[in-house]
């Protein structure tokens, strides 16, 4: 096959490194997850309905048919609140239309929630545990945990050590037996010892990983929600959620708890988490309830809670799904075939052993240390006679137990659980355990501009407009009235973000995106009265903003029959689709040749200094010509629009990118940046953080348009690919052809993402890192690592740990394989010369003990170094046991064997 690279004859040459099995691998275990996820919503579901028909029969026969149906008592309150819990819960299941108008809509609901659909819910303490205390927590309960000694258990249950155990329990007794109590047990009871010893450590290691998982799954599930208490937002846990939350809903999140869609626009859901069907719903009015645990495909709005934890059918699905810790690594599952072959190799010289010394003891050619002869048929006791069978066995065992190689997986596991924790402080959640070992072989890194490679804190420091730059950026004393209107109507309406104006007076409170919160708060500087402004107009239909497209738009009704739609975007696409601006005293200029050209020239200014620009522009349009019965499917006129204004928005560098991106280097790791932002911008940035060599080619194919990478023929996509350093302007699905053209000509690609169309790149890499803080929850889940503070120099310190699991597994190895070969030569030899193993049973048993457990331990858990990140990558190709590597085993094994076999034959006469 393509991918499997081997290297040379014989079950080390599957040992190479190979990199797409772990792809494969990881669908194989996603599907086996989803298949039980299948089922168990399938018997939920199932169970749902029959609680419901049973509930309906009962209350039927009990009361009014009506107040039944509803199920909503007015006059007998529970616990204050004038619905009853199951009756909520059956709203949730059925998710009828017909009881939810009853009940007077999403306003009457929220008014018998004793919520309020602008404002939330008080945010105080009492309020919430109120309502925790009613209708329950966003939580559900965990499956047990398998105690301590279900691991103690399991360890037990290897079959070398069960052997070793019986051999212990004869040799203990029969030595008790012969040389008494006192002096008797030695063997037995250090055998005993060291079995206990190696289930000891297993069991405790094993058990602290499942810890270390159960944490990182809770890590993993808790997730940071926004919700609006008191008419401000808040970030939330998604556990602290109560009924009667209103939580706004943005591309990609979760939808947090099960609830009433309140107010949306375009806003599609994808359910096939719950529903299993693929296709995306799109909810509104007729269509507004909402199933947690399913993602937002597109567009926003806000939704009130009706059902959170263990009530909703996420919650049941999560409570009873099992975690999944039981993941293998294909490193881990290599080493494991490579650790039963030693261990066979090591059994047929176990037989091979207990062969020759029992042939050597019942013929009677061993001597005991005072030259008598141990063994003579007839006269020796059948005591003692079974005594030396099972010395001999024991022997056998033993080696068995030497040569297979437990410390290898042991060590693999160790390494990673190590790692992983200490990546965890570096800022670096691992989602799944083996992406720390592919790390390790990156040979690339698409990194994400805004946010990695940036601060993400962006400021509007320059604004043109009406054919003139303001100064300073929020100077508008030289616009009409009129015009200034206009802009800041566009400013407030056609926006994600909030502004929060504290009543006591103070600062005001903006949330979105950062780009809006730049943009918003440019506004308040130019005097935005944010709420009036928005309640002078209403909002029609929205355009939600998206990569694949690089604006949004909103169309708002101004007055009974005026409507204005106003855009705003990446300022060279929307300046593309304007025939017109606005000029100082607000009347509507053509745009010229020249003008064109003026604005082209200032948006390239202001790209080149590396700033952002967005521009603002808008057309009017007639009430006549919106189609009022599906203004859902409307799509807003984008061209003929009149240019309102442009703004640069500054986004520092991130500190300490610029060495991180020299780090890379060093390592031979080629960072490349792919950006939706503009090809200028992103040429400035990566100047500024190393990315770029001022003293380099700056041109294509080094730097290019997301759309002229596109529009390559795949061939010739691969032949540039490798030279591509910054690329502009990209659209989600550029990001994905990229990958896979780095892929295909052999390289091992690490992608950052943080949007929903992101994922299907992240899926495709090798590695998918996906952003902690701006990242949305669908392109976390296509993640592999999550990288918490979303800076560039986290994603190099993951390197720098894979590399550091990589050589320290490389270290074991060849440590293991050392001592290995040299134990069991050594012992085969002295076994057929002499009769004898120059190791006892125990001895070598203590010997394996401290070999395997103690050396794994040790070894795995050494950190990182700075060498490590002056190698060149590993990459794909290179197989695991490396040529040196084996040059080095041999070389030393031989030595090992020499000076032992010396000692064993000669040495009392040196
Ligand atoms: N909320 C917004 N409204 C309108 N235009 C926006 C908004 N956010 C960004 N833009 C414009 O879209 C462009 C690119 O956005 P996009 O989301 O593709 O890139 P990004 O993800 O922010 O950047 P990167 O890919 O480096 O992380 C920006 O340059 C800006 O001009
Ligand atoms: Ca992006």
């Known amino acids: 096959p393509e991918f499997a690279v081997a290297t040379g004859e014989g079950p080390f040459g599957q040992a190479a490194l190979v990199l797409n099995a772990s792809r494969r691998f990881r669908y194989t275990l996603d599907l086996k997850k989803e298949e039980e996820k299948e089922i168990i919503r399938r018997t939920i579901r199932s169970h749902a ?57 999403v306003k009457g609901l929220s008014d018998l929630l004793k919520s309020n659909l602008d404002r939330g819910i008080n945010p105080t303490e009492d309020e919430l545990l109120q309502r925790r205390d009613v209708f329950g927590a966003n939580t559900y309960p965990r499956k047990k945990r398998k105690s301590i000694l ?8 290897d079959l070398t050590l069960i052997i ?4 212990a329990a004869i040799s203990l007794t029969l030595g ?80 947090p708890a099960d609830g009433i869609l309140i107010s949306g626009h375009s806003l599609a859901i994808d359910e096939s988490s719950m529903t299993g069907e693929s296709k995306t719903v799109h909810k509104d009015q007729k269509a507004p309830f909402l199933m947690s ?13 009706t059902g959170v934890g263990i009530n909703t059918e996420w919650g049941q699905l999560m409570a009873n799904l099992s975690e999944d ?49 141990q063994f003579r048929a007839g006269t020796t006791g059948l005591k003692q006679g079974f005594m030396g069978a099972i010395r001999i066995l024991t022997i056998a065992v033993t080696i068995v137990v030497v040569a297979v190689p437990e410390g290898l997986p042991l060590a693999v596991t160790l390494t990673l659980a190590y790692s992983m924790r200490k990546m965890m402080l570096d800022k670096a959640l691992v989602r799944r355990l083996s992406s720390c070992e592919t790390m390790g072989s990156a040979t690339t890194i698409c990194s994400d501009k805004t946010g990695t490679l940036t601060l993400n804190k962006m400021t509007v420091v320059e604004a043109h407009f009406i054919g003139t730059r303001l100064d300073p950026c929020d100077d508008v004393r030289a616009i009409s009235s009129s015009s200034a209107a206009l802009l800041i109507e566009g400013i407030a309406q056609n926006t994600t973000g909030t502004v929060f104006l504290p009543e006591d007076g103070g600062a005001a409170d903006v949330t979105g995106s950062p780009t809006e919160k730049a943009i918003l708060s440019w506004g308040l500087k130019i005097g935005m009265d944010f709420n009036d402004v928005r309640s002078k107009s209403s909002v029609l239909h929205v355009f939600p903003f998206n990569s694949e497209k690089k604006r949004g738009g909103v169309a708002v009704q101004v007055s009974d029959t005026g409507v204005h739609i106003h855009w705003k975007g990446a300022a060279e696409l929307v300046l593309s689709s304007c025939k017109s601006w606005l000029s100082l005293d607000g009347s509507v200029q053509p745009m010229g040749a020249q003008k064109r050209n003026e604005y082209k020239k200032s948006i390239e200014d202001m790209a080149k200094s590396s700033l952002r620009c967005v521009a603002f522009a808008y057309c009017q349009c007639d009430i006549e010509k919106i189609p009022k019965e599906d203004i859902a499917d409307w799509k807003l006129p984008e061209e003929d629009l009149t240019l309102l204004g442009i703004v640069g928005i500054k986004d520092p560098c991130r500190p300490g990118v610029r060495s991180a991106v020299q780090l890379c280097k060093n390592a031979g790791v080629k960072v490349r940046m792919v950006t939706g932002d503009n090809i200028e911008t992103a040429k400035a940035i990566a100047l500024e953080c190393g990315i770029l060599d001022a003293n380099g080619v700056i041109s294509e194919p080094f730097v290019i348009e997301g759309k002229a990478f596109r529009e390559m023929s795949e061939i010739a996509r691969g032949e540039i690919a490798d030279k591509i350093t910054v690329m502009g302007r990209s659209s989600p699905n550029d990001k994905l052809l990229l990958v896979q053209a780095l892929k295909r000509k052999g390289h091992v690609v690490a992608v950052t993402g943080d949007g929903t169309n992101d994922a299907p790149a992240l899926h495709e890499a090798d590695i998918g890192l996906a952003m902690g803080m701006s990242g949305t929850e669908v392109a976390k889940e296509s993640s592999d690592i999550i990288i918490l503070d979303d800076d560039f120099t986290s994603v190099v310190k993951v390197v720098r740990w894979g590399r550091s699991v990589y050589a320290n597994i490389q270290k074991f190895i060849q440590f293991q394989l050392t001592v290995n070969v040299a134990a069991l030569v050594i012992n085969v030899i002295a076994a057929v010369s002499s009769g004898d193993v120059p190791l006892n049973a125990v001895e070598l048993l203590w010997v394996n003990l401290i070999m395997d457990t103690l050396g794994a331990l040790a070894l795995a858990t050494e950190p990182p170094t700075d060498n490590l990140m002056k190698r060149q990558p590993v990459g794909r190709r290179e197989p695991l046991v490396t040529n040196i590597m084996w040059r080095n085993l041999f070389v030393q094994a031989i030595y090992q064997i020499a000076i032992l076999l010396i000692f064993n034959f000669s040495g009392k006469k040196i």
């Open 49 to 105: 309905q029959v609680i419901r028909a049973v509930f309906l029969f009962k209350e039927a026969g009990e009361n009014d048919p009506r107040e039944a149906y509803t199920g909503i008592k007015f006059t007998t309150a529970s616990r204050g609140f004038p619905i009853e819990m199951e009756k909520l819960k059956t709203l949730n299941r059925d998710h009828d239309s017909v009881l939810l108008q009853e009940i007077r809509g």
């Open 150 to 157: 279900r691991f103690v258990f399991d360890a037990c249950k």
């Open 325 to 373: 810790n039981g993941e293998e690594t294909p490193l881990q599952v290599r080493l494991n075939g490579v650790a039963t072959f030693i261990g066979m190799v090591g059994l047929s010289v176990a037989g091979v052993v207990l062969g020759v010394l029992a042939i050597r003891y019942f013929t009677g050619h061993t001597k005991n240390p005072d030259g008598t002869v």
């Open 176 to 255: 008790m037996a012969t040389e008494g109590v006192k002096e008797g047990w030695y063997e037995g009871g250090s055998i005993f010892l060291a079995v206990f010893l190696v289930i000891l450590v297993t069991a405790t290691s094993d058990y602290r990983q499942s810890l270390q998982f159960q944490h990182l799954n809770e890590e993993k599930q808790n997730i940071q929600v926004e919700v609006l208490r008191g008419g401000k937002r808040f970030r939330t846990s998604i556990f602290d959620l109560v009924v009667g939350d209103v939580v706004p809903l943005n591309i990609g999140d979760q939808v």
């Open 293 to 305: 645990g399913c993602k937002v495909a597109d567009g926003y709005g806000s939704m009130l809670v």
């Open 164 to 167: 070793l155990m019986v051999a």
